[in-house]
């Protein structure tokens, strides 16, 4: 069973930046794309970025420029690079990532989530 754990989240005034962290553990770990989504309570959970094991990478309209996402994969880990924030950026940010097993079959593991608040 994979687990990831978030870290980083936080209060910042808007303009500011913060740095989300993620690390995956578990035993047999086959990870695929990384990445993170977020969410405000009411409404639906939004991806903000994804990267592959490759390095591929791939943003939502509304972070693009602000936000990098990047990963280790020899940490298995994978960050969230956060600059520029707006108030509308509050939510809580979940990393999750592909694992796959050694079947073959693949499932979405998420993180418990960290809360990122960026007031006016």
């Known amino acids: 069973q994979v687990e990831l754990v978030e870290s980083g989240g936080g209060l910042v005034q808007a303009g500011g930046s913060l740095r989300l962290s993620c690390a995956a553990s578990g035993s047999s770990i086959g990870l695929g794309t990384m990445g993170w989504s977020r969410q405000v309570p009411g409404k639906q959970r939004e991806l903000v970025a994804t990267?592959?094991?490759?390095?591929?990478?791939n943003y939502a309209d509304s972070v693009k420029g602000r936000f990098t996402i990047a990963a280790d994969n020899a940490k298995n880990s994978v960050y969230l690079e956060m600059n520029g924030l707006k108030p509308e950026d509050t939510a809580v940010y979940y990393c999750?990532?592909?694992?796959?097993?050694?079947?073959?079959?693949?499932?979405?593991?998420w993180g418990q989530g960290t809360q990122v608040t960026v007031s006016s």
């Open positions: 999750h990532s592909a694992v796959i097993l050694g079947t073959g079959v693949t499932y979405t593991a």
């Open positions: 990267i592959t094991r490759t390095g591929t990478t």
